[in-house]
């Protein structure tokens, strides 16, 4: 018997081997931004880059990297965009990856991604030839986790058929939903969801109230602050107390009642202006031509402050070989030329390199997005850096800001009781890490 | 006749090879890891005997929280789901039993045709039709001067909307297993009945349910174990939302061991899961058994 | 049981009214997909008001790359027709083995069978992925397939069937010279069929709806099911228009339709004829 379950095993592990291969192989003639390696690369050193550019932007990153591939045959980049390519980071052999700003810490406490600060200088480039936002974004005790690609702070699309343009505080919001209604009670100025965008919402709010959410130790996010109670509350006061936005609003709420049509023989809600993810710009761009703005972000609490997720361009832990590394700092090299770097602001990514930033500048009205965009990286307020960031921050996202959203009688005791009950999870999330 | 043992071993390799391969490994793989501290990207830091359980079932961590959030939802799902699941399939089988030909044919595959349909389907199609705000049944809501509802995000019409989209997708199966079972109902059992002067109802529940029994009990077992691992429909149309209310437990594992990296925890608690499904179903086999005997 | 028309009439009105609360979904996703994009996002009305093919366009030109419909399509067709065939042949020979030849431990192993078939899938599911990833398949047609060979349900239906089947046609074949794998396929295999082509149906089905497993064994986009491929897109911020959601699901789902009209008849006559009551 014994002997049987194991010829078994060692037969079918041959069956799943030769299965798996002959698979995979027939995978790959399909095109998905996986290249095949040309024949005249052979010889080349292959750099395995992974991002998860599915959406539109992916086409932006692919012709940054052909045109590396073209312009020289030493090395080759093999670039995979996947739609879960975290997954796919935690199990699978890739040398460059790019990451959300937010996951540094996580990946570089579990091991995964290593400082970058060698490639930078091999390149003769340093952290100051980046915005000054930069710095917190990517920095971490021991070095940099990541070479800035760009960020993608909560943006604001106005439609110009019911303002002329985007309102610049609190009190312009107010004035715009009271004319809005006055028109028509299904029109407000702007909406705000109950879930999907929240930590934009709670970090912006955060930051503009000057609430620091890093707990004394620097190790979880202490929403338990009345300062965040009072902060977080302008979202409510917004919804229930100065009309500006409609009553719950749902997951995504402010981009589609920003897309309703109350002309139309809809019923919805229609907003003039939403502050929601650039990604968005190709939909609002495509609903609105030319009567679609873009602004930057309105003064909700005390000061202007932004808060937006951003995408680095990280080095693998296992990376060491020195010919690997010298095709990788040949390849940064090559990316971040403003010329080459524009590409992808072209695709309404907002780049922080500095030099690429001053040569959007004087072509504003070809990147329109990314130029209203830049505008803020001066108040943008990085995440702080804590273990499985986005974990800490689910709680906020699936329970705290939604009963903000949809509880009229909410009392700001039961906010400061959630948002212990936020703080605590946290905490526990830090205490997961593994240890340094 | 004499048939050697290779002849047939040979036969039931196949099958025993996939067996071992796929359920034997990874279920006593799972149960070894529900002992461990064991992160996914990690690996397994030591040994912790009950640990994990013992803080998915004391109070205080938010392990606990979370899965006695997801328990008491999933349960609450399991009995909002049984009575449409099963006696609306049972009274759409009787409708059917008595049209008449072709046209049977036709209402049998137009009710169990949208089962044909993939759950993230029907879950995008029911998402867009609930959408609290322009959303089409809210928008015909209000041709007709009535309030719209905010169906995604305020409960009771979460659980609702979830379960429309449940019943719409599964019923047709609960159904067909229906249609079957009456068709072979003994007609001579009806004609006595009908001799009797047994009215629709009696003739009901003395003839059809009697003969029909065997299959009740399996559709409402099979309907307890399917509705007990909701998953695709929250996560699609509410993604477990307003404010976990909806948060099945097969989802909170998966977050549990994808997103927090923490695969010892989540065995734990799928093992959990596993051991409360079989205590759910035995229960009912035994309720059904017993009355089988006492009929 | 006797009906008077009146009765009939009614019934056949109360179906029809059923009838329409059930297609109406499918109506909807229909017509939708040739809505333009601020007409889909909120309307009132079932039927466009402007027909547009746009979205139909969008997706077989842009989309190719992150929504390879087709690809999908052709992958759980794969998988769907691959996955049923080797549950049949790995099952029927199994069961055969157990009910009819010599098989050492047959008792053990009929025990086991059974006994795993009351343990739920969830405490399997995520051990096997972890499973399959050590060894590095991921992403591969073979964690797709293989592991639905180890369904126990055609076993256990193959075998019931068999236990209460004649013997005397076997011994007959026996007699005249034939071997087992000749009986099997000329006597056991005719007399088999209605059992087999349920368990074919209910396997389809199981594994063309499968989306969990799917969801966890994938990564890129060329390896999707249907199922797991259009989730992206319901959960993605690619997909803001509900006009093109829906024409994707509607090309995902009209294949399936077709096969399901034509093979549901097996299925409602296959039930019957299997342990499963």
Known sequence: MKKLLLGSLLSSMVLLAACGNGETGAGDDTDNGNEEIPEEAADATVIRFLNGFTGGDGAFMKEIVDNFNDSQDEYFVNESQEPEHYTQFRTGDYELVVMHGVNLETYSMDGLIQPIDGILEDVGMSINDFHPAAEDLVGLTDGNYGIPLDIHPLTTFYNKNLTEEAPETYEDLVTLSEELQSENENLYAMGIPDSGLIEFYTLTLAAQNNVDLLSDDERYLNFAQEDLVDALWILHDMIYEDNISPEGLGLDGEFHAFMQDSEGDSGGNQTAVSLTGPWYYQAVSDAYGDDLGIGTIPQLGEQVAVYGNSHVISLAASVEDEDMLEGISAFIEFMYQPENLSNWAASGQAPLHTETMNYIEENAEDFPLPYQNQQMFDDYVAAPAVYQFGEQMRYMNETVIGRIVREENLTREELMEELETATGIAEEIADTAPEQ | ?295 | MKQSKAQKVILIIIATLIAAVFIFPLLWMFFTSFKGMAESISSARLLPRNWTANNFIELFTVDTANAPIIRWLLNTAFISFGGTALVVITNTLAAYSIARLNLPAKRLFMFIIVASMTIPGIVIVFPRYFNFRDIGLLDTFAPLILPYAASTLGVFLIYSFLRNFPRDLEEAAYIDGANQLQILRHVIFPSIKPVIATLSVITFILIYNDFLWPLLVTNSAEMRTVTVGLANLVQGANFVNPGKMMASTLIATVPALVIFIFANRYFVKGVNSTGLK
């Open chain 2, 1 to 295: 006749m004499k048939i050697s043992k290779t002849v047939s071993t040979l036969m039931f390799l196949p099958f025993l090879l996939f067996f071992v391969l796929f359920w034997i490994i990874p279920f006593v793989y799972g149960i070894y890891v529900s002992f461990h501290n064991w992160t996914v990207s990690g690996g397994n830091n030591g040994f912790v005997g009950l640990d994990n359980y013992i803080r998915i079932l004391t109070p205080g961590s938010m392990y606990h929280d979370s899965f006695m959030n997801a328990l008491g939802n999933t349960l609450y799902f399991v009995g909002i789901s049984l009575v449409p699941l099963v006696v609306f399939a049972l009274l759409l089988a009787l409708l059917i039993e008595n049209i008449p030909g072709k046209l049977k044919v036709v209402f049998r595959t137009i009710f169990f045709i949208s089962y044909a349909v993939s759950v993230t389907a029907v879950s995008a199609i029911f998402k867009w039709l609930f959408t609290g705000n322009g959303g089409y049944i809210n928008n015909v809501l209000q041709t007709f001067g009535l309030d719209s509802i905010r169906w995604l995000n305020t409960q009771p019409y979460a659980w609702i909307a979830i379960l429309a989209a449940t019943v719409w997708w599964t019923i047709g199966y609960n159904m067909i297993l229906f249609v079957n079972a009456l068709d072979e109902v003994d007609e001579s059992l009806y004609e006595a009945a009908a001799l009797d002067g047994a009215n629709a109802w009696q003739r009901f529940w003395n003839v059809t349910f009697p003969s029909i029994k065997g299959v009740f009990v399996f559709v409402v077992i099979i309907t307890v174990i399917a509705s007990f691992n909701l998953y695709g429909q929250t996560l699609l149309i509410t993604e477990g939302g307003p404010a976990r209310s909806t948060m099945s437990l097969t989802m909170i594992i998966q977050n549990t061991i994808f997103s927090q990296n923490n695969l010892g925890m989540g065995s734990a608690m799928a093992v959990l899961m596993g051991i409360i499904m079989v205590f759910i179903t035995g229960i009912q086999y035994m309720i059904g058994f017993r009355k089988d005997e006492n009929g």
